[in-house]
Each structure stands twice: as structure tokens, then as C-alpha cells.
């Protein structure tokens, strides 16, 4: 596992942006063989959406090969809905770069047939020879995507019932109302998130502090689905001082110098 700890949010996001626009550049990809990017919702990736429209519009980035998959949406909201994770993705990323609208993958939380559309999703993934990199956020009590404590650490794409702690953290999407927030949605797994070649976990804030030390300092645990990222061949979390706050000093000091001799080229 690589742990990249920065100042703030804004270096966070800024670390995660060039990083996900680098290895679209260094794949070429074509459209016989487009580069697969997992891609979340929420307020953590906000600013890496940023960073990655304004390379784009600077002529640094195109999208033109880029095949994205959502992580997850909620059941009984449609595309137009504003809360809806498919509305948010276009709001904040699709509506300004160059992707092509058929290489866009969103579930869909109005269909009547859910176990039809998780395996299409599935196998959509598979067609495309896998996910390159699958970039999310991690949530309070550990989860990635919608993968609660208690999820198997090789679940696939299904129906997921929300805990109460992820519904209070998403109600200030709802006004802060809890009872307007679905308790139910479609969400990637985390066997399907961990098949990707590469994982990036963005975190930032005390709120994490928790999930950031049970995510690198506890055991593989499906109590805490971010935790399965420690089997990953290619991993990574990029995380803020904050949300470091609870690792060990010697944690911290580790990974700094790890990354410090990288830059060195040692």
C-alpha cells in the first residue's frame, strides 16, 4: 500500500488529479483500447473533478477514450434528480470535458430489474478487459462506495441497505434530512473495485481520522471494506494531515520517508 500524505484538502485533490490525468497520458488510449476509470460521488472528489475540467480545458487532458464507471447510485432516483449520483456526475465532470456520452456508465436506480442491471454492469467492466483505475473516497466507519462494515470483501455490484451513519453523513446532500435520503442503492462491490489495477482512496478531514487508521494500521477486516485495499498489488491513499491524525507517529514518518526517497529517485 502507498500512503500520500498532504497539507490540506486542496493538495489532495491536486495529487489525485495529476495523478489520475498522467496515467490516462502514459496508456495513449484509443478508441479500440480506451483507458477504464472508476469514478465516485460526494464531496471528495469535488475538487479532483475540478483540477481534471480545468486540464481539459487547458488543452492538457482529453477524454475522448476514456471509458468511466460510476460506483453507485440510489434506488428510486431518476437521472434528473439533483441528489441522484448520475446528475452529480455531470453537474461536476461530464457536462464540461470531451468524453463520448457512450462511454459513460451509470446504474440506474429506477430500474424494476436489479439484478439484471448489477450483472450488466459486471459485465460491461469484463468487456472492457477490467478497470484501469478505480478512484473513490472512503466514508466515516471505513466504507468505499456503498461496501458497509459488514460487507464481503469480494462482494460485486448489488443492492445495498444504507447504515444510519451513512445516511446522516449524506443528509446535507437532503437538506439535512435524514428521511429524504434513500436507505437503498446500487453500488459496485468490493471484489469489484479490488479487481481494478490500480485503487486511489482520497480522504480528508478528522471525520476519517478513524477509517484512515483502521484502513492502515488494523487487519483486513469486513468491518471496514477500505481495509481490503492492504491485499492490493497497486494501491493507494492519498489523505490529508488531518485524517492522519490518528495513525502512529512512526506510521506517518514511514510513509513520508518512502516518499521522499521516491522523489529523490532513490
Given at each position: ?104 456508465n451509470i446504474l440506474n436506480g429506477m430500474t424494476k430489474d436489479y439484478a439484471k442491471e448489477c450483472a450488466t ?65 446500487l453500488t459496485v462491490g468490493v471484489g469489484t473495485i479490488m479487481d481494478a489495477e490500480e485503487v486511489l482512496i ?65
Amino acid at each position: 500500500m502507498r500512503v500520500i500524505i498532504q497539507k490540506d484538502y486542496d493538495k489532495c485533490a491536486k495529487w489525485a488529479a495529476n495523478y489520475i490525468a498522467n496515467k490516462i497520458k502514459v496508456a495513449r488510449p484509443t478508441a479500440a483500447k480506451p483507458f477504464v476509470l472508476g469514478l465516485p460521488t460526494g464531496s471528495t472528489p469535488m475538487g479532483v473533478y475540478k483540477e481534471l475540467v480545468n486540464m481539459f480545458k487547458s488543452g492538457k487532458l482529453s477524454f475522448q477514450h476514456v471509458v468511466t464507471f460510476s460506483m453507485d447510485e440510489y434506488i428510486g432516483l431518476d437521472l434528473d434528480h439533483p441528489q441522484s449520483y448520475a446528475h452529480f456526475m455531470f453537474e461536476n465532470l461530464y457536462n464540461h470535458i470531451d468524453i463520448k456520452k457512450e462511454n459513460i456508465n451509470i446504474l440506474n436506480g429506477m430500474t424494476k430489474d436489479y439484478a439484471k442491471e448489477c450483472a450488466t454492469y459486471e459485465s460491461k467492466m469484463r468487456h472492457y478487459g477490467g478497470v484501469n483505475l478505480f478512484f473513490g473516497g472512503i466514508g466515516t466507519d471505513g466504507h468505499i462506495a456503498f461496501n458497509e462494515p459488514g460487507s464481503s470483501l469480494t462482494s460485486r455490484t448489488r443492492v445495498k441497505t444504507l447504515t444510519q451513519e451513512t445516511r446522516e453523513d449524506n443528509s446535507r446532500f437532503f437538506g439535512n434530512n435524514i428521511n429524504k435520503v434513500p436507505k437503498t442503492v446500487l453500488t459496485v462491490g468490493v471484489g469489484t473495485i479490488m479487481d481494478a489495477e490500480e485503487v486511489l482512496i482520497m480522504a480528508s478531514g478528522a471525520s476519517k481520522a478513524q477509517a484512515i487508521h483502521d484502513t492502515i494500521e488494523e487487519g483486513v477486516n469486513h468491518m471496514c471494506a477500505a481495509s481490503a485495499l492492504q491485499m492490493h498489488q497497486h494501491g493507494i491513499i492519498v489523505c490529508d494531515d488531518a485524517a492522519c491524525s490518528k495513525l502512529l507517529p512512526k506510521t506517518v514518518d514511514y510513509f513520508k520517508q518512502i516518499e521522499n526517497l521516491k522523489f529523490e529517485g532513490v
